[in-house]
């Protein structure tokens, strides 16, 4: 049974987190379905560590410290958060009301959508070596599903960030044999997880390798391993049951361009008072949308919010006349801030 909404947000970015707060001032609870495991968006996933100067009246605010901000303040409205899966399909039904669902089978049937999808979907880089697309999911992965599995297994894994080391040092004790693969001898992990990983690369149980992978090796219709080139052009073969790659994710606009909205250069046009996408119903927040003189900055998409929620609220309650109030001295804004 799909769950039944007033409004699903697509994207926990800031402009989506923030979305959550301007609909909650407005009593309207919201549904938000975000592709990563945890908020944030280009904040929390590209540059968390950054700090940023133009957030108003937070002279200098580190991007994650933002996102915890910005959480903090959704609290009270008490938002629905479908983490770690993507809205593959949006399309509108008879009665006008919409049918969302994600690459987990989560389906949603709601009154309004607000598409806040940034640049897109966060998507993990794939290998591009020839054959790699056919023996994903069975022997080439981008992610650990069940650790358990690999015990007694021959691993590589590629990749030299923080996902490929937490990965190496994870399964190490589980697997029978791992190599690491990485093209050059610097890594991006924290250096504390590069230490762990030279120490075990010291006592023989893991192997480091610097080098590019260049073919899939199978023998017989059965995949057998990859052959890396190193930085002298010399190939390698290395032997193994199943091969991990983590080389970070990219984002990518992907079912967004699927759902018949007008889409311009990789954006969707909105209009300036209501941010509605071609589609009455579908609004469209933050870095994904376009409009004259847009600029992709996470400001925009506040102000974006705040007038969207009003928007969807003239769309779900068109007879009830509404009244600006300030959350400094409106009773009723004090009771769903929960500020009594
Ligand atoms: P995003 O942050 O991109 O979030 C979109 C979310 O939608 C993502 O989490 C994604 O996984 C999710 N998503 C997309 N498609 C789907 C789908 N189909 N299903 C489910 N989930 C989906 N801006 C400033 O104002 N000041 C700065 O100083 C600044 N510095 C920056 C520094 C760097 C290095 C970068 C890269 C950007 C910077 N920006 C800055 C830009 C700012 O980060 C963006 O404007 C902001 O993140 C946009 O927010 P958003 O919520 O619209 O989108």
């Known amino acids: 049974m799909p769950i039944t909404t007033d409004v699903v947000i ?35 996933k590209l540059y968390p560590d950054k700090p940023i100067y133009d957030i108003p009246a937070l002279p200098i605010v580190g991007a994650q410290e933002l996102v915890d901000r910005l959480f903090k303040q959704i609290k009270p409205f008490d938002a629905q958060f479908h983490l ?14 919409f049918l969302l669902v994600t690459s987990a089978g989560t389906e949603f049937d709601t009154a309004a959508v607000i ?22 999911g069975t022997h080439i992965h981008y992610s650990v599903q069940n650790p358990g599995r690999l015990a007694g297994k021959n691993i590589v894994i590629l990749g030299g960030g923080d996902s490929a080391l937490d990965w190496a040092l994870e399964l190490n004790e589980r697997v029978e044999k791992m190599t690491l693969v990485h093209r050059r001898a610097e890594y991006r992990a ?8 030279k120490k075990l690369a010291e006592a023989g149980s893991l192997q480091e ?5 260049r073919e899939i090796l199978v023998e017989n219709g059965k995949f057998r391993g990859v052959k890396i080139a190193d930085s002298e052009g010399k190939m390698h073969e290395l ?25 311009d250069k990789r954006q969707i046009p909105v209009d ?11 609004f469209a927040v933050g870095d994904i949308n376009t409009y004259p003189g847009k600029k992709k900055l996470i400001l925009s998409g506040f102000h974006e919010a705040a007038l969207t929620a009003f928007a969807v609220q003239k769309l779900l309650h068109p007879e009830k006349k509404i009244h600006l109030q300030y959350t400094t001295t409106s009773p009723i804004m004090h009771k769903r801030l929960g500020v009594d």
């Open 10 to 44: 697509i994207g926990a970015g800031p402009a989506g987190l923030f979305q959550v707060f301007e609909l909650g001032l407005l009593d309207i609870k919201a549904h938000v379905v975000d592709s990563l495991p945890q908020v944030g968006g280009q904040c929390a």
């Open 84 to 97: 770690s899966q993507t809205v593959t399909e949006l399309k509108q039904c008879e009665d006008g009301r």
């Open 115 to 136: 598409i806040a999808a940034g640049l897109g979907a966060f998507q993990p880089r794939k290998l591009r070596t020839a054959g790699a697309d056919e023996w994903e």
């Open 190 to 197: 924290q250096a504390a997880s590069v230490n762990k990983m």
């Open 209 to 213: 390798f610097h080098g590019m992978i």
């Open 239 to 263: 032997e193994a049951d199943e091969v991990f790659v983590f080389w970070g994710l990219s984002p990518n606009l992907g079912p967004v361009a699927d759902w018949g909205l007008d889409i």
């Open 272 to 282: 300036t008072e209501q941010f509605q996408t071609s589609v009455p119903g579908i």
